[in-house]
């Protein structure tokens, strides 16, 4: 997990196996399958762009390491 100004989520092209798992458990289905195939045959699951909430579920269910980041929003700092 990282952090930054908005939370977002990056999955990494070439590391995902299509699996879904995250467009299925995403709360606010954000995530989705493209039709874009990465070089070992699968199509990949992509971030809409929008309405990431940083929560972290996606991360959890993908059973590729390392293949989603998640950004999460900075705390304001006091
Ligand atoms: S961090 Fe949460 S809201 Fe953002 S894409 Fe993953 S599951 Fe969806
Ligand atoms: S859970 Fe991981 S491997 Fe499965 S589609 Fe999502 S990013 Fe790809």
């Known amino acids: 997990m990282e952090e930054a100004t908005t939370p977002r989520v990056e999955i990494?092209?070439?590391?995902?196996k299509g699996c879904e798992l995250c467009v299925i458990e995403c709360p606010k289905k954000c995530?989705?399958?493209?039709?874009?195939?990465?070089q070992f045959g699968y199509l990949v699951?992509?971030?809409?762009g929008k309405d990431?909430?940083?929560?972290?579920?996606?991360f959890y269910?993908?059973?590729e390491p390392g293949t989603i980041t998640v950004y999460k929003k900075i705390k304001n700092k006091v």
Not at 31 to 38: D, E, G, T
Not at 45 to 48: G, H, I, L, N, V
């Open 12 to 16: 990494s092209f070439d590391q995902c």
């Open 31 to 38: 995530l989705f399958m493209s039709k874009k195939i990465n």
């Open 45 to 48: 699951a992509e971030y809409s």
């Open 52 to 58: 990431c909430t940083g929560c972290g579920i996606c």
């Open 61 to 63: 269910a993908c059973p």
